[in-house]
């Protein structure tokens, strides 16, 4: 019964893919920022052939110590090419810190086209300094795919989402500059090759830093409290938050 649902659930996706070459999905368990530069909602995406380009968090809930936590991965960009092809996007299971933070340090996600074939990507991180709470990712990766980044391409092909029966809120419309700390090509290949594995390059200190040159870390802990409060809210509360940071930035401008 499962198979028969999932067969009738991607028929949009093969008849849509006469006109647009290339769809996607995305698991459950990502929520999805970008798709070549184009915000997205959607689990199940349309796209041209050529390069592509996407842009989500890992997300996942486990219990330790007796207690919920919840885990959002650093935002990730995955690029590949397509032709012709339905992809999907797999995520590994996170079930605890451990897994949490080797997942944040070497990131690795699974890729296949229809028939079950391994698809080459290249994979790195969007990092931005500060409060993440509020980040405006299609200006982000615009920055970073001027500054070439190991997973950059050149943004030219339209964007469609397919009918999906999940999907995720987009972030909010603030306007950081966006960093990104390469790792080396991570490839998965077709069944003919191997599957190198890269590793992240050395992270610049992003650390806050005072006048007299020394990190601030009583703006550290505020910034990571921030973020964890943030990440435990559920969704009403984070959408008052970012309106009232928006009410607060337009006041700003304002007295300016």
């Excluded at 995305?26 to 349309?46: F, M, R, V, W, Y």
């Excluded at 615009?142 to 500054?147: H, L, P, Q, R």
């Excluded at 190991?150 to 943004?155: D, G, L, S």
């Amino acid at each position: 019964m499962k198979s028969l649902i999932h067969c009738l659930f991607l028929i949009p996706l093969f008849f849509v893919q006469a006109h647009a070459e290339v769809t996607i999905t995305l698991p459950d368990s990502a929520e999805p920022l970008l798709l070549n530069g184009k915000d997205i909602t959607s689990h199940q995406l349309i796209s041209q052939n050529g390069p592509q380009q996407l842009v989500f968090n890992a997300r996942a809930s486990y219990r330790e110590f007796g207690q919920q936590k919840r885990f959002v991965s650093e935002t990730l960009i995955v690029t590949f090419s397509g032709e012709n092809n339905h992809y999907r996007v797999s995520l590994p299971k996170i079930s605890s810190p451990k897994s949490a933070e080797k997942f944040n340090d070497v990131p690795q996600i699974g890729l296949t086209d229809t028939q079950g074939n391994k698809v080459a990507y290249k994979i790195d991180k969007l990092l931005k300094d500060g409060i993440q709470i509020g980040r405006n990712y299609s200006e982000e990766i615009k920055a970073y795919n001027i500054g070439q980044g190991v997973a950059a391409i050149a943004i030219n092909q339209p964007v469609q989402m397919a009918p999906s029966t999940s999907s995720s809120a987009s972030s909010g419309a603030a306007s950081p500059a966006a960093t990104s700390t390469a790792l080396a090509a991570q490839q998965t290949t077709a069944p003919q090759g191997a599957q190198p594995v890269g590793q992240p390059t050395s992270q610049p200190n992003t650390q806050p830093v005072s006048q007299t040159g020394t990190p601030r870390r009583d703006q550290i802990n505020v910034g990571q409290m921030l973020d964890f409060w943030y990440e435990q809210a559920d969704e009403a509360t984070r959408e008052a938050f970012k309106k009232r940071i928006g009410l607060i930035e337009q006041a700003q401008r304002d007295g300016h």
